[in-house]
């Protein structure tokens, strides 16, 4: 199928530029507070360290003014429900450039402050149209944007995680679109129509083979929270735990979406 027809949402080109902007601004404060001693924590990400995880998301960031530095693709060949699904086979490279990023820029403030300056000044020349040549394939800078809110409220999370008392804000957007690509994923994933997964307050879609409903309440139905869901999605919490912690409500024979889950590993 092509990356045309495999869109199911369109997305607001400023609202995203912003969104991504804003959350990775949060970040950026958020990493500025933290201690030598905070920087060393662990992670729940391949060993890495808070330091390095910083690094990391300035490296998620700085791939879009890269891509804008590189010629441009005669078309497009990657959808965006297919991203999370096609980084895979890059994640050993991308865990060794992560190391070797964080290993090179001990002043993390400096390396924030660039790759945010950085972004700006490319996307204030860059349309919403332009095509990019990333890692994984060809796409629109709109939908490249849309992944990098995936890439900064996932990491947000996982900082939040790692650093005892960090509660860094998600911007509303960036969260939004981050819940909004994960499930359109997990419908593109399993098509169907005989459960509905709801994430309110920004995302509800039917997913998995079976008889569709019609009209009132279906006899499958999923629902939970944005960050619950993102924490599915990509693995770093389990069906059956968030299920066991009530984090999660499924009814219906075919509403255990347990081995389709995670989205993006």
């Not at 330091?51 to 010629?71: D, F, G, K, Q, W």
């Not at 008889?211 to 944005?226: A, I, L, Q, S, Y």
């Given at each position: 199928?092509?990356?045309?027809?495999?869109?199911?949402?369109?997305?607001?080109?400023?609202?995203?530029?912003?969104?991504?902007?804003?959350?990775?601004?949060?970040?950026?404060?958020?990493?500025?507070?933290?201690?030598?001693?905070?920087?060393?924590?662990p992670t729940r990400l391949d060993e890495w360290t808070v330091r390095e995880l910083a690094a990391h998301i300035t490296m998620t960031v700085a791939a879009v003014s890269r891509a804008l530095e590189r010629p441009e693709p005669v078309r497009?060949?990657?959808?965006?429900?297919?991203?999370?699904s096609a980084t895979a086979p890059f994640a050993e490279a991308i865990a060794e450039g992560t190391r070797q990023l964080a290993a090179a820029h001990p002043d993390l403030d400096a390396l924030y402050a660039?790759?945010?300056?950085?972004?700006?000044?490319?996307?204030?020349?860059?349309?919403?149209?332009?095509?990019?040549?990333?890692?994984?394939?060809?796409?629109?800078?709109?939908?490249f944007l849309v992944t990098r809110t995936v890439?900064?409220?996932v990491h947000t999370d996982d900082l939040n995680a790692a650093v005892p008392g960090l509660?860094?804000?998600?911007?509303?957007?960036?969260?939004?679109?981050?819940?909004?690509l994960l499930a359109d994923a997990l419908a593109a994933k399993a098509p169907g129509g005989?459960?509905?997964?709801?994430?309110?307050?920004?995302?509800?879609?039917?997913?998995v083979e079976g008889p569709r409903h019609t009209r009132g309440t279906p006899p499958n139905v999923v629902e939970t929270d944005p960050l619950t869901w993102i924490r599915l999605a990509t693995g770093?919490?389990?069906?059956?735990?968030?299920?066991?912690?009530?984090?999660?409500?499924?009814?219906?024979?075919?509403?255990?979406?347990?081995?389709?889950?995670?989205?993006?590993?």
């Amino acid at each position: 199928m092509s990356p045309a027809k495999k869109r199911t949402r369109s997305y607001d080109p400023a609202k995203i530029r912003a969104a991504v902007s804003a959350q990775f601004g949060q970040v950026r404060r958020a990493v500025g507070t933290l201690s030598p001693e905070q920087l060393a924590l662990p992670t729940r990400l391949d060993e890495w360290t808070v330091r390095e995880l910083a690094a990391h998301i300035t490296m998620t960031v700085a791939a879009v003014s890269r891509a804008l530095e590189r010629p441009e693709p005669v078309r497009t060949d990657l959808a965006l429900l297919d991203f999370p699904s096609a980084t895979a086979p890059f994640a050993e490279a991308i865990a060794e450039g992560t190391r070797q990023l964080a290993a090179a820029h001990p002043d993390l403030d400096a390396l924030y402050a660039r790759t945010e300056e950085e972004l700006a000044g490319h996307l204030a020349a860059a349309p919403a149209s332009r095509l990019l040549d990333v890692r994984a394939g060809a796409m629109t800078l709109t939908d490249f944007l849309v992944t990098r809110t995936v890439e900064l409220v996932v990491h947000t999370d996982d900082l939040n995680a790692a650093v005892p008392g960090l509660d860094i804000p998600y911007d509303r957007q960036a969260l939004a679109a981050c819940t909004r690509l994960l499930a359109d994923a997990l419908a593109a994933k399993a098509p169907g129509g005989s459960t509905e997964v709801r994430i309110p307050p920004y995302a509800v879609v039917q997913c998995v083979e079976g008889p569709r409903h019609t009209r009132g309440t279906p006899p499958n139905v999923v629902e939970t929270d944005p960050l619950t869901w993102i924490r599915l999605a990509t693995g770093r919490v389990a069906w059956a735990e968030a299920l066991a912690d009530a984090k999660v409500s499924a009814s219906g024979e075919r509403a255990d979406l347990g081995g389709l889950l995670p989205i993006l590993a």
